[in-house]
């Protein structure tokens, strides 16, 4: 609220109509965000708003608890979500709790329906549409590892960035990304930046 309040300062000290509409439209969504327990209700928000980090974290961290649900979750996995939370941590990418609550919600979306965590995908099941966001040159498994390599002293990046690896690499495709981009360079160095912390070397 504190972000999303200076950027409201920021915006309302202008006269101009336009500002005060974006003004209270940032205001409403950040409301329905909070009220919301659905995931249709955060897309708007995070596609509106691309540029205000305060409510792209709102955003995300509500989207942690809501994803645990399968039902979200498949909703969630056939809509632009993934691409929304990659476009997120691109834009912020030196903020480190969005990154936290980013690599979170990639955690969630990356689990397979009607499964347990760490079930592998079989051959016969297509990966959800969704899910494409992960690949490519600026998708968001090479933004994971951008991510360690930018945060490589915060433990808790490092942990969430392998749990996230570990469901991404459920996928074939994935898993292939993951090796061809230097994936288990970026865990092995998480390993020996953070010998001590247990929730990294478990994650890793």
């Given at each position: ?72 979750r498949k909703t969630a996995q056939a809509s632009c979500l993934t691409s ?50 992960l690949l490519g040159e600026r998708g968001g498994i090479a933004t994971v ?26 996928n074939p495709a994935q898993k292939a990304l993951v090796g061809a981009r ?23």
């Open positions: 609220r504190d972000l999303i309040r200076d950027w409201s300062s920021d915006v309302c000290s202008s006269d101009l109509p336009e500002a005060r509409a974006a003004h209270r439209g940032m205001v409403a969504a950040l409301m329905a965000v909070e009220r919301s327990d659905t995931v249709q209700v955060v897309l708007k928000p995070m596609t509106v708003f691309p540029d205000v980090v305060g409510l792209q974290l709102a955003c995300l961290r509500s989207l942690v608890p809501m994803l645990e649900h399968q039902g979200n929304l939370v990659v476009r997120a941590m691109l834009e912020f990418s030196i903020d480190v709790e969005l990154q936290l609550a980013a690599l979170h919600t990639l955690v969630l979306l990356a689990r397979p329906i009607g499964g347990s965590e760490g079930m592998v995908f079989s051959r016969g099941m297509a990966s959800p549409p969704g899910l494409e966001a590892l951008e991510t360690m390599t930018r945060h490589l002293a915060v433990a808790e990046v490092q942990a969430m960035s392998c749990w996230a690896l570990v469901n991404v690499m459920l230097g994936g288990l360079a970026a865990v092995l160095a998480a390993m020996r930046a953070h010998p001590d912390e247990l929730e990294v070397q478990y994650r890793a």
